[in-house]
Each structure stands twice: as C-alpha cells, then as structure tokens.
C-alpha cells in the first residue's frame, strides 16, 4: 500500500512539474477559407482591425503583445526564393515596416533562416524594432502559397521578451500554411 501511494505521488510530481516547465499553454487557431493555422497563448483574445492584417490576437493585460496574419498578393507566380533570400526578404520586410510609419521607426533584422516542412518552405525572421512607444522584439514567419505571400508576426515588448520568448518562438514555429 505504502508502495502504491509512493508510486502515485511520484507521477502526480513529474506531471506537475512537466506543466510547469511547459510554460504557457497555447490554443489554436485555423482559418480553413484562406488555410493556415497557428497556435497562441491561452487568454489572448481577437482583436478587429479595419483594413489591417487578415487576424489579430493580442495579451487582454498587454494589448500591445500581438500575434497577426497579413495575406497579400505575390505577382507572376513567384515562389519565396524568387522573392529573395531570408536576409533579403526580411530586410526588404523591415523597410516595409519603417516606410509606412510618419514617425521615428528604427526596425533591424537580426536573425534570417529558412526551413522546409514537407514541401513548403518558410523563413523564419528576427526583428528588434525602436519605436517610439518603446522597444519590440518581433518574429515573424513568411511563406507563399498559391500566389500570397503570408506573414505571421509575433510582436512583444524588449521588456518582456526573455519571459515570453519560449512561448513566441513555439507560436511562431506553429504558424502553417495548408
């Protein structure tokens, strides 16, 4: 009996602590008309942005912590190495981001890779992105499919970045396109 009880509570200890090492929990998210799916972080809400990015969740604590999927058009058939390289699309990417702002943007790409997940080939994008509200680190996930290039950023405040940045990079690393 003794053995037992033993036995029962060293599974219900490494279950525990197995939860707690896994840090935030994640939810899903599929959008089966312009297919793709990610996951975010469990009490994130969505969030309606008029003629902005085709999905928004963000933090209901901080709403400035966000992940988003912008869909756009990719002319001639393009694959994503025609469009360039990961350190040429996400340079190209962040002077996107700071020419459609009026305001002091400083955004540098820090990191750049590719990878291929069956055949699809994504790349995958680190930013750190001086703002004036403050100072983001943004990643973010490019593919394309059937003539759209998707992106799905993940943005969190600098300050909260080493908390958070587990959980971003699993979100970010679920985003697929189907």
């Given at each position: 009996m003794l053995k037992r009880f033993a036995a029962l509570l060293l599974v219900v200890i490494t279950l525990g602590l197995q939860s707690c090492a896994a840090g935030t929990s994640l939810q899903s998210y599929n959008d089966s008309y312009e297919g793709y799916e990610f996951k975010y972080p469990t009490g994130w809400v969505a969030a309606e942005v008029p003629g902005g990015p085709d999905v928004v969740f963000h933090d209901i604590i901080n709403a400035s912590e966000n992940v988003s999927v912008v869909i756009?058009?990719?002319?001639?058939?393009k694959t994503l190495p025609d469009i360039g390289t990961p350190s040429?699309?996400?340079y190209k990417l962040s002077k996107s981001i700071t020419s459609q702002s009026t305001d002091d943007r400083n955004v540098e790409l820090v990191n750049a890779q590719s990878f291929?997940?069956?055949?699809?080939l994504y790349y995958i994008l680190e930013y750190i992105a001086n703002l004036p509200s403050g100072t983001r680190h943004?990643?973010?996930s490019v593919i394309v499919r059937r003539g759209q290039l998707y992106t799905?950023?993940?943005s969190i405040s600098e300050f909260r970045w080493e908390k958070l940045k587990?959980?971003?990079?699993?979100t970010v690393a679920s985003f697929s396109v189907y």
């Open positions: 756009s058009p990719v002319s001639g058939g040429e699309v996400g291929e997940a069956g055949d699809k943004d990643l973010a799905f950023n993940a587990d959980t971003v990079k699993q």
